[in-house]
């Protein structure tokens, strides 16, 4: 159990960000919860309560570098530091270089990129009092390409370069910062996409894993929470896919 360290998380209403949230406050973090979505944050802290974990609530776009700012004072001034921070907002956007207009592009890039970046930069500075931990959610798409996603993809590369080089800059000062790459995880975000997909996408892609599954949003907050309490992981890009970025593979049927 964690005692009296203090856990900030993005994209907390939905998914990934909401597992993380409720597991670090299981953990015995205390939690502040951040989302651009007012309703499903606090429909999200209610969920949470119900399992005994409170949250402070901070409604805040990650795109905008004064929300996050007053999102890390609010935390501050509540709390008195941050020990953890995990950047799991991003928003998927679809289309190649022939069909993507340069506001999708901009708002891939805003959200997923900048959003992670000025989430770094409103807690950098706590992370190096408390000698804390920060843990960002790239995507299988942030080391490798991938078909139709090209905004997408080029975002969480992004997102694993600002890692890498947190990892250099502030390692020294005892920060470690880590990215994780999953594939698909079952989450409001992958259904919608399964949803507005010819049929069959869904097969198609599970197919794709060796271990035969997406990945739930509790594998995910299991390895955050790894990452958090290892003293000595930093920069590592860790590929959570079920080993479909492992190399060729056949499909148990086919093969
Ligand atoms: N689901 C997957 O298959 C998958 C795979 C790899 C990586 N990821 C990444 O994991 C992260 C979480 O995805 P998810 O599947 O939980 O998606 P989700 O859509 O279920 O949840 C994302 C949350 O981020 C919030 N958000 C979006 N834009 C925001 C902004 N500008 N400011 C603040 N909050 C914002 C949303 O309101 C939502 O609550 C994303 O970065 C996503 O790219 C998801």
Redesign the pocket.
Known sequence: MVTDQVAFV?????????QVALRAGLEGYRLVA????AD??AEAVRGFEARGVTALAVV????EPDALEAAAQQARAVHGRIDLVVA?????VLGTVADLDAAAWRRSL???LS?TFFTARATIASLIETRGSFVA?????GTTGAQGYAA?AAA?HGVVGLVRCMALDHGPAGVRSNVI??????????R??FDSSPEGTEEFYRDAIPLGR??T?DD?ADVVLHLASSRYANGVVYALDGGSTAGYFVSGDAA
């Open positions: 993005t994209g907390a209403a939905s998914g990934i960000g909401r951040v989302d651009r979505d499903g944050l805040a776009d990650v795109s799991a907002a991003g928003i998927e805003d959200v997923t959003g959610i790239s995507s299988d798409a997408y969480k790459c999953p594939g698909f995880v079952d989450t409001p975000m992958a919608r996409l997406f990945a949003p995910v």
